[in-house]
Nanobody
Framework: QVQLVESGGGLVQAGGSLRLSCAAS????????MGWFRQAPGKEREFVAG????????YYADSVKGRFTISRDNAKNTVHLPMSSQTPADTAVYYC????????????????WGQGTQVTVSS
């Protein structure tokens, strides 16, 4: 399994931008599909974006389409999530996750998780 560490969270005003990153350990990073999830207080963890092993296929929740972009660099074992036009509804702890085979949108399908990074969007 891979070990995942997120970074890049913080406080941003509505309309602003942040860029999240996820660094993975291990030599098999390119065999994993990667996902970003988020969990707001009192809410269930939800899918935000996912990317295939090669990066050729990406998937987004409707709520972030056109504002967030997921990408990966297999040479550097990293996944990125630039976020723009943020709203207070984007406030949550954001988690990076990894699994094999195909991207899925349910958290239960991902065995590997980072510790999370807080994103707060002020109005």
């Amino acid at each position: 399994q891979v070990q995942l560490v997120e970074s890049g969270g913080g406080l941003v005003q509505a309309g602003g931008s942040l860029r999240l990153s996820c660094a993975a350990s291990g030599r098999t990073f390119s065999t994993y599909v990667m996902g970003w999830f988020r969990q707001a207080p009192g809410k269930e963890r939800e899918f935000v974006a996912g990317i295939s092993q090669s990066g050729s296929s990406t998937y987004y929740a409707d709520s972030v389409k056109g504002r967030f972009t997921i990408s990966r660099d297999n040479a550097k074992n990293t996944v990125h999530l630039p976020m723009s036009s943020q709203t207070p509804a984007d406030t949550a702890v954001y988690y990076c996750a990894a699994k094999v085979v195909v991207v899925t949108t349910t958290p239960g399908g991902y065995p590997c998780w980072g510790q999370g990074t807080q994103v707060t969007v002020s109005s």
